[in-house]
């Protein structure tokens, strides 16, 4: 064999369908046949993202969508049209002979770029998903001028969305959550590690706690959301915790080697998927919550009711009723309900949500839902643009001024805020979508629906195998689904090209996936 000679992957042009996709497998390589009327083109096999399958993804007009987080690439070339995935797809020369689509395992070289922005300097207060998207998005059209991130956290930025999830199901390095080894390095990036103290939109500064003013020509505000902490009394104890860190993480996770019971305080995502890993773990786990159905008001009874019974199956106890006060001396005893309930724990999560950070920006009111408001561009002043929790921002497939923490969205932000340094004039019309893994199941969750009207529910949410799609003003501007992705996926696509059916043609029957 010449060792010389490229590797290559060969496929029956029959087998990849016209408009569709086939994976094409030689010894341990892999690559994705894609097939349309323009040719056959070949690219990765996995996801940049987290390496899901992209033979299981769903092509949508001309894009093709990851299967597990909904990250999206132009069928035409790889690039990339939609986070969370922050690179292209690596693609491949093919040739056909024959009867036979063949691939060259030789990457075709990306095409250079150069920006033509006038801005010689980017400041990005903040280091989570909004700032790593801007940054990447910057060196990846090309930006040649300097970055700086500022950020209070020592470590350098990580995928926040595992921390709640395999992160806590065993002892785990922290270095497996770093989105890379050296983002600064990578992305000749200036990382300034500190507090601001304030933010002047004005005059495009951030102050710091030690005194020093940093500027820039251009300035992109993520300061992102804290954990809140209710009043009650004990939460000063050794072992109450919150999860919204990297360390936070580590810190439970260390907690979790030597404890045997965790009572979670709330039933939102963040509890219930720490709940299922920590049960995964091998502790006994206790969710308090308000709430007698988790999710009743945000996914209605059925879904919630479906979700609740699943993670009771695998263990998860759950105690309706409010939190009187954490009990214990030199560590944790117990939680005490307002109802005269004792729930003996070793660790308590408290996972009650979390605020955005607005109070250092300087000159602006917070709206009623704590954001800053902004219009569509989302500037607040000239050169100046906001990203991520604390926005306030017209969202565009509900006609209604939202304040969104999803991790995907922020970084839709920091990927319009990096485009419009670099010239781009166009309003932000990503579409918000989400993921949570809730033991061993995926839901997903796209658009917004705030005070929706009514649900229309395919499928059985008893077995966590169905779509709801939520109308408002006779208009279906959400969806959640478990094991529905081609219906789900469609749906998403629809809704981000305005094109999503009625609810009558929905609860007809229509086939999302054929309208794409």
């Known amino acids: 064999m010449d060792q010389d000679k490229p590797r290559e992957i060969r496929l029956a042009l029959d087998a990849i369908p016209l408009g569709g996709k ?4 030689a010894g341990e390589d892999t690559v994705l046949f894609v097939r349309d009327t323009d040719g056959v083109r070949a690219f990765q096999a996995k996801c940049p993202h987290l390496g899901a399958p992209l033979a299981k993804g769903e092509i949508c007009g001309g894009r093709l969508y990851c299967p597990w987080h909904k990250a999206a690439f132009a069928l035409a070339d790889g690039s990339l049209e939609e986070p969370p995935a922050l690179e292209p797809l690596t693609r491949y020369p093919v040739r056909i002979e024959g009867d036979e689509a063949v691939a060259t395992l030789t990457p075709e070289p990306a095409s250079a770029k150069r920006a033509g922005s006038t801005i010689g300097k980017v400041l990005i207060v903040g280091t989570g998903a909004a700032a790593v998207a801007c940054v990447t998005t910057l060196r990846r059209d090309g930006f040649p001028g300097a970055i700086t991130m500022v950020g209070r956290e020592v470590s350098p930025p990580y995928d926040r969305t595992k921390l709640s999830k395999q992160f806590l199901a065993k002892p785990t390095p922290p270095e497996k959550t770093l989105l890379e080894p050296d983002f600064a390095a990578a992305h000749r990036v200036e990382r300034i590690q500190g507090e601001a103290t304030r933010i002047d939109p004005a005059a495009r500064s951030v102050t710091l706690a030690d005194g020093r003013v940093l500027t820039g020509d251009a300035l992109v505000i993520a300061t992102g959301s804290r954990a809140v902490v209710p009043d009650f009394g004990g939460t000063d104890l ?6 919204r860190s990297l360390d936070d993480a580590v810190r439970l996770s260390d907690a979790a080697e030597r404890a ?11 509890g219930l998927e720490a709940a299922a890993f920590l049960t995964k773990r091998g ?7 308000r709430e007698a159905v988790p999710f009743a008001k945000r996914f209605g009874e059925a879904v919630g009711a479906g979700l609740k019974r699943y993670h009771e199956g695998n263990g998860v106890t759950f105690v309706t009723g409010q939190v009187a006060r954490i009990t ?18 070793d660790i308590v999560l408290i996972g009650a949500g979390a605020a955005p950070e607005t109070a250092l920006v300087a000159g602006v009111e917070p709206d009623q839902q704590g954001g800053l408001p902004v219009g569509s561009d989302l500037k607040i002043a000239d050169g100046v643009w906001i990203a991520g929790d604390i926005a306030a921002f017209p969202e565009r497939g509900s006609g209604l001024t939202a304040r969104i923490e999803h991790w995907r969205l922020a970084q839709q932000h920091g990927t319009h805020a990096a485009k419009a340094i670099l010239g781009a004039t166009g309003a932000f019309s990503g579409v918000p979508f989400f993921w949570s893994n809730q033991g061993d199941k995926r839901l997903d969750y796209s658009g917004y629906a705030p005070g929706f009207d009514r649900i229309i529910l395919q499928g059985d949410p008893a077995e966590l195998d169905f779509i709801a799609y939520y109308v408002r003003e006779n208009r279906a501007v959400a969806a959640c689904s478990i094991g529905r992705n081609p219906a789900f996926t469609a749906f998403l696509h629809l809704l981000g090209e305005d094109r999503v059916p009625s609810p009558e043609a929905i609860e007809a029957g229509a086939d999302l996936p054929a309208l794409v």
């Open 328 to 345: 214990g001396t030199e560590s944790i005893e117990a939680v005490e309900t307002e109802a005269g309930m004792r729930l003996p724990a």
């Open 22 to 25: 086939a994976e094409g497998k």
């Open 238 to 243: 050794p072992g109450v915790m919150t999860l």
């Open 260 to 270: 045997k019971r965790v009572v979670v305080i709330g039933a939102g995502f963040i």
């Open 283 to 289: 502790l006994s786990v206790t969710v308090l919550s």
